[in-house]
Every structure is written in structure tokens, then in C-alpha cells.
């Protein structure tokens, strides 16, 4: 399996003549991107060969003595630039958005892109330098800040196309390194349903015979309720138009850190989980979500078009995705339609099961459950093929093809109870339940996962 990630490293241009190039070569792609937008938007080219016919030999007669892929990535930056702002426009003439959207402008524009044949890194001991060939046989070096963490994530890893960044007066580097991971097939599993505020969880072992339903939160719609009222105060209280731009941006950017922190946090949470049980990961298939989303956004189906908008799925799943792999471990997908709505015990599938948003209650045979948990247990039966049946009050799993069958302890969905996982050190925790001593324990008492997570908390 391949996996794709930044690293952002900071650069130090080796000489002063090596700073001049560099702000030198910022203002000529901003120049080029430019031009190219001029063109884009005067032919309403939308395709990229459209577009390479009408600016590739244009630009590069206009300026000859800049490396061929810095033309090339500033048409397709300003193709980019140009089809967002269509979107917008449609959204606008359609009465979706309020204010009609400005034109793209190069004037924010603070990166340049890097084509792989534009840069490469050379090592020298313990030194490493950057250089890029800006054309004419031109190159600009910097000295590139390795701290450990990026080097281990060098190592063995392909470059792809990167960028520069030009941030808060210095120069950084989103070096894109791909690489490609083998996974191994563990046996436990983890299936996992994904919702805008939480996750929930179906862990089986079946190494020792037990699994666990719990959840983790993340409240991402209470982060952006708050922001969204924080939004509305400056629109109504602040006239100058800069200054209300400016704290729209400040405010945009720190609820964007709050949500992304929390994925990761949650991600990686997972991933700690997934290694410590040795499980493979299985979620609901996203590729319609993911693939393309942009068109399909505009579904008729209501909700869908909120979950979207209020939380971002793909990046999560993405993010899932490279951390499980980072550990070797590998990532299933199962069709997950109607699995919050089905009867994971007699099948009864209708959409009356679902009495709220939190809460299953079968009407057939009255099986109660959390919905998301009852999604878990769906997936698990539609991917092994197993079944979730009820002895002596508890759920229990059976496998078709290995013939186990395994209890299910389940964690309170009580969000007061687990929210503050995240803000705890989610690596240590974890790592403390995986010990087989507090194993033993949860087993024998029939404790809630969670409750456990709180007990270690006070403990510690
Ligand atoms: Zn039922």
C-alpha cells in the first residue's frame, strides 16, 4: 500500500545571493501564476489540455529564462484557482451564498509549487541542502533544518511534487514523501463508525476471546457552533471592512487547528488501539464520498449534504488510513448502507429503528442499542459474514468461519464520561489497558472500557 504525507521543514537560504533568488523566484511564479489566470479567465478554459494549448508556449516565451515546470505549475495552479471560483459563482447565482465572490487574485498567494524535477536534496555528514533549479542553470540552496522525527519518515521514502511556503518572514518547505508500506493481514479486528461528533467502536479479540464496543468524541459541530457565533459577532459589530477581514481570517484559522488537532488526536488514538490489539481496521466504504465529492455534494440527500459540511470525512478517513498503514496494518472497506437502520440480531431493517439520533430500538424484536453501536456490529456481521445474537443478556458474536464465539462488553456513549480521552495523553492510556493484567479485569467485572479509562485517570 502507498502512503502520502508532508513533512514541513524550515529553510535557510545558504548565501545572501541565495535569499535574493529566492524572494526573486516568489515574485516571478506570482507573476506567472497571474498571467496564466489572465488567460485561463479571458478563454473560460476548464480543462487542463485546453489550458496547457493556450498558456504553455505563451509563458515560456514571455519568460524564457524560468524553468519549464514552474510554467506548467502555475497554469495548473491558476486552473485551480479558476474552477473554485466558477463554484462559487454557481453557488452564488443559485442564492446559496450571501455575498457574490471576488475574482482569484494572486495577491495572498504565498507558495510556490515544486515540480520533483525542479528540486532535490543533497547530503553532506550531517548537513543537508536544498536546492532548487529555478532554469537557465540557476540554483538556489538552502540549509534544510532535519529534526528526527523527519528524518526516520525520509528514510526509504520516494519525494513527489512539493511546494515552498513563504511564512511569517521564513521559508518552509511541504516536502510530499510517498511511500510504500507493506501490511500484513493481524487477526484481531476493529471496525469503526464514523459520525460528525464521535466515533464508535467495535474491538474483537479474538486472541483472548473477548470484544468491546466504546466510543471517543470530538464534538467537532460544538467547535463550529462556537465559531460560528464568534462569526456572527464580528459581522455585526465591526464596521472597517480590514479589520473584520482580519479577524474572520484569525478566527478561521484557529477553528480550522481546533477540528484538525482533534482528527488527529482521535486518529492516532485508533491507530494506538488497532496496534496494541493487533486489528485491522474495517469502516464504512467513503469512496463515494471521497471520489470526486465536489459533484456529488449536491446530493438530494439532505443530511448527507450536512455531515459533509460539518465534518470533513475524507480527511479523516485519509488520515486513518496512513496512520494504520504507518503501522503495518491494514484497512477494509464494507458497504455501509442502511447499518445504523438494520437489526444486527433478527435483520429487521426500517427506518423507524432508529427512534433518535442516539438511540436503536428494533420493531420487530426490541432489541435495544446506542445506533452507532449498532452500526458496528453491522459491519461486523456484513464483513465476516458472522452473526450478533443475545445470551443471558449479553451480545455475542459468532464467527461463520472460525466458529468462536466471543462476548461484547460495552462502554457507556455517555459523552461526559469520554470526551476528555482527547485531552489526555490518549498513548499512555491506551497502552495501559492493553496490558493483559487490566485485560483480565475488564473481563472478569464485565467494566465498562471507558469507566476504566477514568478509573486508570484518577490513578495516575
Ligand atoms: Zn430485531
Redesign the pocket.
Known amino acids: 500500500m502507498e502512503i502520502r504525507k508532508t513533512l514541513k521543514l524550515k529553510l535557510i537560504p545558504l548565501t545572501k545571493r541565495d535569499k535574493a533568488e529566492v524572494v526573486k523566484l516568489f515574485k516571478e511564479y506570482r507573476v506567472l501564476v497571474k498571467d496564466a489566470l489572465q488567460i485561463i479567465m479571458a478563454s473560460d478554459a476548464r480543462s487542463r489540455k485546453r489550458t496547457h494549448d493556450l498558456c504553455y508556449r505563451v509563458l515560456r516565451e514571455k519568460y524564457p529564462h524560468i524553468h519549464n515546470k514552474f510554467v506548467e505549475e502555475a497554469y495548473k495552479r491558476a486552473l485551480a484557482m479558476y474552477k473554485s471560483y466558477r463554484r462559487l459563482l454557481r453557488r452564488w447565482e443559485r442564492g446559496k451564498l450571501r455575498g457574490k465572490p471576488s475574482q482569484p487574485t494572486v495577491n495572498e498567494l504565498r507558495v510556490v509549487d515544486l515540480h520533483i524535477d525542479t528540486f532535490r536534496i543533497e547530503q553532506n555528514g550531517h548537513i543537508y541542502v536544498f536546492r532548487v533549479s529555478r532554469g537557465s542553470g540557476q540554483s538556489i540552496r538552502f540549509i534544510m533544518l532535519m529534526y528526527n522525527y523527519a528524518l526516520n519518515q525520509l528514510w526509504g521514502a520516494r519525494i513527489g511534487n512539493s511546494k515552498l511556503l513563504f511564512d511569517g518572514g521564513e521559508i518552509y518547505l511541504l516536502l510530499t514523501i510517498v511511500k510504500d508500506v507493506e501490511t500484513r493481514l493481524a487477526r484481531n479486528k476493529f471496525y469503526i463508525d464514523v459520525n460528525e461528533d464521535s466515533v464508535a467502536a467495535l474491538l474483537i479479540d479474538f486472541d483472548r476471546g473477548f470484544a468491546t464496543l466504546f466510543s471517543i468524541r470530538y464534538n467537532v459541530s460544538r467547535i463550529r457552533i462556537s465559531y460560528r457565533n464568534i462569526r456572527r459577532g464580528i459581522q455585526k459589530k465591526v464596521d472597517d471592512p480590514y479589520v473584520r477581514n482580519r479577524l474572520l481570517a484569525k478566527y478561521g484559522a484557529e477553528e480550522r487547528n481546533k477540528v484538525e488537532d482533534r482528527l488527529k488526536k482521535t486518529v492516532h488514538t485508533l491507530g494506538e488501539v488497532a496496534e496494541n490489539f493487533d486489528a485491522n481496521l474495517v469502516r464504512e466504504g467513503l469512496r463515494d464520498l471521497r471520489n470526486n465529492g465536489r459533484r456529488k455534494r449536491k446530493s438530494k440527500n439532505k443530511k448527507l449534504n450536512y455531515r459533509l459540511e460539518t465534518f470533513p470525512y475524507s480527511k479523516f478517513s485519509t488520515y486513518l488510513d496512513t496512520e494504520l498503514v504507518e503501522r503495518k496494518l491494514t484497512v477494509e472497506e464494507v458497504d455501509a448502507r442502511g447499518t445504523s437502520i438494520t437489526?444486527p440480531?433478527?435483520r429487521?431493517s426500517d427506518k423507524r429503528n432508529r427512534v433518535d439520533r442516539e438511540t436503536f430500538r428494533?420493531g420487530?424484536?426490541g432489541?435495544t442499542l446506542n445506533a452507532h453501536y449498532v452500526a458496528c456490529l453491522n459491519l461486523f456481521s456484513r464483513h465476516n459474514d458472522g452473526m450478533v445474537a443475545i445470551s443471558g443478556g449479553r451480545i455475542m458474536l459468532i464467527t461463520h468461519e472460525a466458529g468462536q464465539v466471543v462476548p461484547v462488553y460495552e462502554a457507556s456513549y455517555d459523552p461526559t464520561k469520554n470526551e476528555w480521552v482527547l485531552r489526555g495523553k490518549p498513548v499512555l492510556i491506551i497502552s495501559k489497558i492493553t496490558q493483559t493484567t487490566k485485560i483480565t479485569q475488564l473481563m472478569s467485572t464485565g467494566n465498562h472500557i471507558l469507566s476504566l479509562f477514568s478509573d486508570l485517570e484518577t490513578r495516575s
Open positions: 437489526c440480531i433478527c429487521y428494533c420487530k424484536c432489541f
